[in-house]
């Protein structure tokens, strides 16, 4: 199916939101990751969320350029016109965008699809995340607020980030005390009173609850997804709204336990990032080809190897495939495994 619409999409987070499921949101930075994303979601049933961080953007134009915008636009493209041949709906989405890299990423595109809205066409990506937990929560509340008109105006959703997760991706890294790791409900009533709650435009809530990217030996890391319901409550109080009024987004999600995830999409959340551990289903799947297949990857002794075993498509389809089962893990553990808008 072609990449959802913004009203699609809307119907999506909807649907995640009244039905108590999320979907995965999962970061990729090639074609074969894109194919196994989506892959992934058609051999589960289940829509999802395609996205891109500034490091996958720059890498997608190509790693000596690092262009970045030209990389999401390329990315986008790419993904739209692949996502035809599959009976799923998909989202594009870019992630964690900084202060210092909203001139040369965020920004680009959303000038692009202003062009296309002007044009009687839909934008480019459904939905862009600013990242603010770097700046003062006043000055990323700001940006925000800045933001969301201009995405109102091409029918996007903005994604915020009011809290610090801790851990570091694409060169966002957070390091300090433990209490910044969780959100507070006072720092979410100011973001509320800025933002509103709808009738300014849509956004979508990154709280952070003890998250931390990457992967953590147990015990390292204490996640406390009550606290999203507890700020529910809270602005719900506040508000004088229905309960759980955020849509609410759950990053550094590798390697929660599953109980940890069913908490947090109780609680609100309808979307969770995955990069890590589908980075890892990829690349280790390409690791042990490798090993079983040394002699035919390798030209060994003066040997000619096997061009059928050494050629990029034999073990790209077996990455493509492991990370695509990775995906499939992550629709059953959210919910989302056999909702899709076309089931």
């Given at each position: ?121 839909n934008p ?23 933001l969301l ?110 109980d940890e ?83």
């Open positions: 199916m072609p990449v959802a619409t913004p009203e699609q999409y809307a119907d999506m987070l909807d649907r995640a939101k009244s039905g108590g499921f999320a979907y995965p949101a999962i970061n990729v930075s090639s074609s074969q990751t894109i194919n196994s994303v989506l892959q992934g979601l058609t051999e589960a049933g289940s829509d999802g969320i395609l996205q891109v961080t500034t490091g996958g953007a720059d890498y997608f134009a190509g790693h000596t350029v690092k262009a970045r915008a030209a990389g999401a636009l390329a990315f986008a493209r790419f993904a739209t016109e692949v996502a035809k041949n599959y009976p799923i709906t998909v989202a594009l989405h870019t992630d964690h965008c900084p202060k210092d890299a909203l001139p040369g990423f965020v920004l680009p595109l959303v000038e692009a699809s202003e062009e296309e809205v002007r044009a009687g066409r480019i990506f459904q939905s862009h995340m600013w990242d603010g937990s770097a700046v003062p929560l006043d000055e990323n509340i700001q940006i925000a607020q800045d008109p201009r995405m109102k105006n091409i029918n996007a959703i903005l994604e915020v980030e009011i809290g610090v997760v801790g851990g570091e991706e694409d060169g966002v890294q957070h390091e300090g005390s433990n209490e910044a790791l969780y959100t507070t409900v006072a720092d979410v009533t100011k973001a509320v009173e800025a933002l509103g709650l709808g009738e300014n435009g849509r956004y979508i809530s990154a709280l952070t609850f003890g998250n931390v990217h990457g992967v953590y030996k147990p015990g390292n890391v204490k996640l406390r997804p009550e606290l999203l319901g507890e700020i529910q409550e809270g602005i719900a109080a506040a508000f004088g709204t229905g309960p759980k009024p955020l849509d609410l987004v759950f990053h550094g999600g590798s390697g929660s336990t599953d995830i069913a908490l947090a999409v109780a609680n609100g959340v309808v979307k969770m990032n995955i990069d890590t551990d589908t980075q890892y289903a990829f690349t280790r799947s390409i690791a042990g080809y490798m090993f079983s297949n040394y002699e035919g990857v390798l030209k060994v002794d003066g040997e000619v190897g096997n061009k059928k075993q050494y050629d990029p498509r034999a073990w790209g389809k077996v990455a493509e495939s492991a990370m695509a089962a990775r995906v499939v893990e992550a629709t059953q553990q959210l919910g989302s495994q056999g909702k899709s808008l076309g089931a």
